[in-house]
C-alpha cells in the first residue's frame, strides 16, 4: 500500500494584514508552480481571518485551521464552530496544541470532546500529544502520552480512530531547536502503535497517522519520517516561510519515492 505523508504548516497568530496573507500565499503559488506531489500531502493552517484567501492555492495544498469551538452553533461569543469550518472548505482541524493546553486551559476531556466534534462535522482532527521537559527528566514520557491517548481517543470507533491524525509534540522541543533523537522518537511511534492496538486493533492502529512536531527543519524530515517511521511533520516557525514548507514536502515525495522503488 502506497504511503501518505503529511506536512502541517501552522502559522499560529502571524500574518498582520490580508496583505500579509497575499503575500504569503503568493509565495507560497510561486514555490508549487511546476511541483506534484503524490504521496505528500500539504495542510496550511493560518488564522482565522485569512481562510478564505487561503482557497488560492493549488489542490496540493488543503486548509486547515488551528481551533474551533466543539458546538454546531448558538450563543458562544467570540467562538467559530465546526461547520462553519467545513462550510468555509477547511478540511482539518488541530486539537490541543500545546500552546492551548497552556493558555487555554484546554484538558484531555475538552480534546476528547472536540475530536468528536470535528469527527462528526467532517473534518480531520490533528490531535496534539506530548510530555513536559520535566516529565521528559522523570521518565513519565510513556506514562504521560498513555494517559493523553486514552481519554482523547476513548469511545471513538474504530472508524473514527483511523481517520484521525496524531502529532507527538514534546512540548520542550517546541519552538526551542531541541530535538528528539530519532530513536526516542522511535519509541514513541512503537508506543503508540502499541496502545492504540489494545484500544482498537491492529489495522486500526497502522492506518491512525502520527506525525512529529517540534523545532523541525528540512535536514530532520529522512529521520523522523523514515528511520523513526513517522508520517510527517507538524511545523511551526519554518512554516512562516512557504519556501520552506514546499522544500520539506520535496524531501518527503523524493524519499517515499525512492523507498518504492527500492522495496
Ligand atoms: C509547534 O508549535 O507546533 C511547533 C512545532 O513549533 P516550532 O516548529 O516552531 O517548534
Redesign the pocket.
Known amino acids: 500500500m502506497r504511503k501518505n505523508f503529511y506536512v502541517v504548516g ?1 502559522l ?1 497568530m502571524n500574518l498582520l494584514s490580508r496583505e500579509e496573507a497575499t503575500q504569503y500565499i503568493s509565495l507560497f503559488q510561486r514555490e508549487l508552480q511546476g511541483k506534484r506531489f503524490e504521496r505528500v500531502k500539504g495542510i496550511v493552517c493560518p488564522p482565522f481571518l485569512y481562510l478564505s484567501q487561503f482557497d488560492n492555492l493549488p489542490a496540493s495544498i488543503q486548509k486547515g485551521a488551528q481551533n474551533f469551538f466543539p458546538e454546531k452553533s448558538g450563543a458562544y461569543t467570540g467562538e467559530i464552530s465546526p461547520l462553519m469550518l467545513k462550510n468555509d472548505g477547511v478540511e482539518y482541524v488541530i486539537v490541543g ?3 492551548r493546553r497552556r493558555i487555554a486551559c484546554e484538558t484531555d476531556a475538552m480534546l476528547h470532546n472536540k475530536t468528536l466534534s470535528a469527527l462528526k462535522h467532517h473534518l480531520i482532527p490533528i490531535v ?1 500529544v506530548g510530555e513536559t521537559d520535566e516529565e521528559r527528566r522523570a521518565d513519565e514520557t510513556d506514562r504521560v502520552l498513555a494517559e493523553q491517548v486514552k481519554i482523547i481517543f476513548s469511545s471513538l470507533s474504530k472508524l473514527q480512530a483511523g481517520t484521525v491524525i496524531v502529532a507527538y ?1 514534546p512540548r520542550w ?4 531547536d531541541r530535538l528528539p533523537t530519532t530513536e526516542e522518537l522511535l519509541q514513541v511511534r512503537v508506543l503508540l502503535l502499541k496502545l492504540f492496538t489494545e484500544m482498537f486493533d491492529a489495522q486500526t492502529a497502522e492506518r491512525i497517522a502520527v506525525l512529529y ?4 527543519k528540512s535536514a530532520f524530515l529522512p529521520a523522523v519520517s523514515f528511520e523513526a517511521r513517522m508520517d510527517g511533520v ?5 512554516s512562516l516561510f512557504p519556501y520552506e514548507l514546499v522544500k520539506m514536502m520535496g524531501v518527503l515525495e523524493y524519499e517515499a519515492e525512492r523507498q518504492e522503488q527500492e522495496r
Open positions: 501552522n499560529k496544541h500545546s500552546e496534539c509534540e522541543a517546541i519552538g526551542t512536531g517540534g523545532s523541525v507538524l511545523v511551526g516557525r519554518e
